[in-house]
């Protein structure tokens, strides 16, 4: 159950920003404290594609067998820590303002629940059938 959440509530993440970076990206950046600007607004909105299909292969996989939700998960907790890391040194850099922050510790929590879901799963050793 824990695992479905996850993953409904990752692709409703992902579906919401991507959507916000193809349509306001500079709305998007000025949250951050980043100034919009041709290139900005262009860059956020090709990045905006892949998380809408993000979204929807999430959607997906939530209602997978157990297996595919656990590397589902895996990977959804390595996106989002990483990707916390990189809003971090961000901040650290004074690249991003203080509002970047509770997203930050946000996704390393969601991270964090992610992976533990993922072993929780469990699943069939490496070349075993699934059970």
Do not use: H, N
Not at 31 to 51: C, M, Q
Request: some cysteine; charged content about 10%.
């Amino acid at each position: 159950m824990l695992a479905k959440g996850l993953l409904t509530l990752s692709s409703a993440v992902f579906a919401a920003a991507g959507l916000a970076y193809l349509a306001v990206p500079g709305l998007a950046l000025d949250v951050v404290g980043i100034p919009s600007s041709p290139a900005s607004d262009f860059l956020l909105r090709t990045e905006g594609v892949p998380l809408l299909l993000g979204a929807a292969m999430t959607w997906i996989v939530r209602d997978s067998g157990r297996r595919e939700q656990r590397v589902a998960l895996a990977a959804l907790s390595s996106y989002y820590v990483l990707s916390s890391v990189i809003d971090l040194a961000a901040f650290a850099q004074g690249v991003v303002s203080v509002v970047s922050l509770p997203s930050a510790v946000a996704r390393i929590a969601i991270g964090t629940m992610c992976a533990a879901a993922a072993i929780s799963a469990g699943g069939s050793p490496a070349g075993a059938p699934p059970s």
